[in-house]
């Protein structure tokens, strides 16, 4: 599957932002997705998940309410509702697709998506 992400932006602290990550392909129900951000001099991050069957788990510690992920598979697209964003939250979004794994280990998952910038300024 190839995913491409857009909803990328400058936003003020506070503000929110969607970002969506479009998959090709008519399997893409079946694919388990992911977020995943990486802020400059940082490891790349686990932000959420949602399994083909529409399971969800997030990074609480980071996310806490704030972010919501969720997918409409009749437009091959995973959204990420980032709501109260933080100057914290600045980095690059990716999304990650796989057949099997569902959790928040970022080898695991085998497709993976160019990127989108977040920044938020305080």
């Known amino acids: 599957v190839q995913l491409q992400a857009s909803g990328g932006g400058l936003v003020q602290a506070g503000g929110s932002l969607r970002l969506a990550c479009a998959g090709s392909?008519?399997?893409?129900?079946?694919?388990?997705m992911g977020w995943f951000r990486q802020a400059p001099g940082r490891e790349r991050e686990f932000v959420a998940a949602?399994?083909?069957?529409?399971?969800?788990?997030y990074n609480t510690d980071s996310v806490k309410g704030r972010f919501t992920i969720s997918r409409d598979n009749a437009k091959n697209t995973v959204y990420l509702q980032m709501n109260s964003l933080k100057p914290d939250d600045t980095a690059v979004y990716y999304c990650?697709?796989?057949?099997?794994?569902?959790?928040?280990?970022?080898?695991?998952?085998?497709?993976w998506g160019q990127g989108t910038q977040v920044t938020v300024s305080s």
């Open positions: 990650a697709a796989d057949w099997f794994y569902s959790g928040s280990t970022q080898k695991e998952y085998r497709y």
């Open positions: 949602i399994r083909n069957s529409g399971t969800i788990t």
């Open positions: 392909g008519r399997t893409f129900s079946r694919y388990n």
